[in-house]
């Protein structure tokens, strides 16, 4: 048994759908998450910053006094060092409200803070996005304060780079990004694996029934999840109800034979009777026309049958050991002959079909073959060109049919040489069963030198 994957990319599929959708949120899902993570941290790292800043700023507050010599004066300097690097990216400032500058870090050099125009009320914080002396983009806090022993109020600022910021948060973003491709991934494997599990009960169920199309099953066996199995229970009943009509046709049938068999008796016996007496030209109608009922009604018999059987899953038939048992038997029906009867079928596939039908048909391929041959018959099988057909050939040494008279050999009850015995309806019966299961038969020139019938029927899947 080949094993298949039980999930299908193609559009439509149910696997691609249950896919696309799981896709598709977990996309959704990941974005979304991205987006609300990153705000969280660039919004709890802002506080951070802010929190850091403001108390600098309050220390730069604290430290600040007033000399009555020199005016304005730092008792001591702000904590991190940086503040005395030239363009350091820390930096702070004093000045008066729209005045220059009285204080400054060393970080400044001989730049500013160019802080824009803003009224401040006493203890209050501002923040600003400034340009920073060499360029770059600072973030500048700022209060105003008054202090004893002077007139006025200060506007007291601190600014860093605001690279450590946007560093931090697209450093985040990048971690996260990778974080959640490695998550969508894992989910995305999760999915298949889930979607695969989930459907894997009805590529189980689609195994089932081509074993029960190819014949090597007669129903759905094991059991199924509650949601599938009630299918698998209406299928089964489905196959125990076809066969049941199948064999209830076969059954009428052969009781339709048998019931008519007796009266068709009579009849020849009474037209034999006739023919003692001296009646011959009546004896021979009434012996004619039961000769005619009795191939009618064998004819419609192997149709029916034949109609009955076509197309019921579970149909299978052995070609080699059919041909097999034909090439024993038939020396045996034909022993005055001498015939030399073979079968080459080794590793032909089987007939898609019911035995019964098989068997009619290659009997009466066969038996006309042996009615006609001197000494050799050939049976033999082998894959058709076209996947999933066979073809079955049965050829004869004998004298062969001219081109122009082998259609008329199919008509039902036409025999070209009455010299032979036969009711003329074999090679009909063959052509129509073959029809039935969408199947031809064809004949042709033998290389034994007589007649080659070749019947193409559909081949069972061998899985």
Known sequence: MRLRWPISLRPGSLSFRLLAGAVLWI??????????????????????????????????????????????????????????????????????????????????WDGALDLPKDTLLDGQV???????????????????VRLPGREGRLRLAVARNAAVLDDAVQEFER?????????????????????AGGL???????????????????????????????LVDDLNAVLQRNAAVVERARTQAGNLAHGLKTPLSVLSNEAGALAQAGQNAFAERIAEQTRAMQRQVDYHLA????????????????????????????????????LDVRAAAEGAPAFRGDRQDLEEMLGNLADNACK????????????APVAGWLVIA????????????????????????????????????????????????????????????????????DG
């Open 27 to 108: 996309a959704l899902a990941l974005l979304a998450a991205g987006v609300l993570l990153t705000r969280i941290f660039a919004a709890h790292l802002e506080d951070q910053f802010a929190t850091r800043q403001v108390a600098l700023l309050n220390q730069l507050a604290a430290n600040l006094e007033v000399d009555p010599k020199d005016g304005l004066t730092l008792t001591r300097g702000l904590s991190p060092p940086q503040f005395k690097t030239p363009y350091s990216g820390y930096y702070w400032q004093v000045q008066q409200p729209g005045g220059k500058a009285l204080l400054r870090s060393r970080s400044l």
């Open 303 to 338: 149709r029916a049958r034949a109609a009955a059987a076509v197309d019921v899953p579970g149909s299978r038939a052995d070609v080699p050991a059919v041909l097999r048992r034909l090439a024993r038997t038939l020396p045996k029906l034909h022993a005055d002959k001498h």
């Open 126 to 144: 501002h923040r600003h996005r400034l340009t920073g002396p060499d360029g770059a983009p600072v973030i500048a806090f700022e209060r105003a």
């Open 394 to 461: 049965v050829e004869d040494d004998g004298p062969g049919l001219p081109a122009d008279q082998r259609a008329a050999v199919f008509d039902r009850g036409r025999r070209l040489d009455t010299s032979v015995a036969g009711s003329g309806l074999g090679l009909a019966i063959v052509a129509e069963l073959a029809a039935l299961y969408g199947g031809s038969v064809d004949l042709g020139d033998s290389v034994l030198g007589g007649l080659r019938a070749t019947l193409t029927l559909p081949a069972a899947d």
């Open 372 to 383: 006609w041959a001197h000494r050799r018959v050939r049976l033999s099988a082998r894959t």
């Open 175 to 195: 971690a996260l990004v990778l974080s959640l491709g490695v998550l969508g991934l894992g989910l995305i494997a999760a999915a298949v694996g889930q979607v």
């Open 200 to 230: 894997r009960p009805l590529a189980r169920l689609r195994r089932a029934l081509a074993e029960v199309r190819a014949g090597r099953a007669q129903r759905l066996d094991g059991s199924y999840p509650a949601e599938i199995q009630p």
